[in-house]
């Protein structure tokens, strides 16, 4: 995805601004055909997995075995409640979940009542579920905190694509005499610092980090997380002083009130803002994703992916709106973002604003990510050739279920 954004960025912006728009939409089109026929071509090679219901049915369906239930008392013993291996055995592939004392009002769906406990009939999973599917959602509850935390960082870089092409629009954007880089081409820094971060993090960071953490992965994904969250508040933080000194400049050279002047700075001072943003990506952006995908139940991994997809969008309509408010409160003559004339508008106050939210929301993660409790699963082990498991007599069916949980 990043080379795609990568070619999008200078190939197809190339050609828009020198050639035209009609070859500038052509080429996308053109590519997007290709990728369909690639699709429909390679879906029969794909291994696919019969699929075990809807995620989102089970859900409601412990939400609503829980209310029928709320009367009911919870066992103090967890083994009491209601498990069903070969009904979860489609969605926990990998094991299955193992109970918690988190919102324990949930595990009333799984309470068997007398007149279930007697029945020989199938049960209904609109009034008695398995704990397994009570975890699911207990799961999903406690990750949605974490998840949140994410939009209001989309939020603060929306602007890469909006307030930083009108601050490169103004500025002396010449690689040569002939040759000016095009206003929207500027987020390639980015792009490149992303994809050259990804390497230098798996081969570097990792390793030196694991040293003093002794964890596998260098550093937890909570922890990328929180790391991505500060380097994007300094970025942010260092966009506001570019905007301060590219003004210092248009003052000095008196283009204050010339909207169409070029000002004498070179555009590669926007360049720090793009890496630093590229490597919050690094950390936050992949991080977020580790962790919706690891912590998400083993059925449920598409939407936790989907999640993470619903957290960019929702953070792009925050920042529209962030930047509506600032419009309506900041009037018309003191207007921190002004339309036509960016060298009288306050840019770096909108900057100041999202850090200052930043700082706030880094204070919210961190109390939800000291808060947040692993997913625990049971573990399906493989019965060696003599029966036996380190020491253990392993059941029937070769496997032994040990409670682990994850780290």
Known sequence: MGLATLTALTVVVYVQENVGWGWGLGIPTIAMIVSIIAFVMGSPLYKKIEPGGSPLIRLAQVIVAAFKKRKETAPENPKLLYQNKELDAAISLHGRLVHTDQYKWLDKAAVVTESESVSSNPPNLWRLVTVHRVEELKTIIRMLPIWAAGILLVTSSSHLHSFVIQQARTMDRHLSKSFEIPPASQSIFGILTTLSGLVLYERLFVPLSRRFTGQPSGVTCLQRMGIGFVINIV???????IEIKR??????????????????????????QFCLHGIAEVFMSVGHLEFLYDQSPESMRSTAAALYWTAISMGNYIGTLLVSLVHKYTGENSNWLPDRNLNRGKLEYYYWLVSGIQVLNLIYYIICAYLYTYKPIEEVKEEEEDGEFNGKKISEKGVELARNETA
């Open 247 to 272: 003004k210092s400049v248009a003052a000095h050279h008196n283009l204050l009130d010339d909207p169409k002047a070029i000002v004498p700075i070179s555009v590669f001072w926007l360049v720090p």
């Open 235 to 241: 970025a942010t933080i260092v966009s506001s002083f």
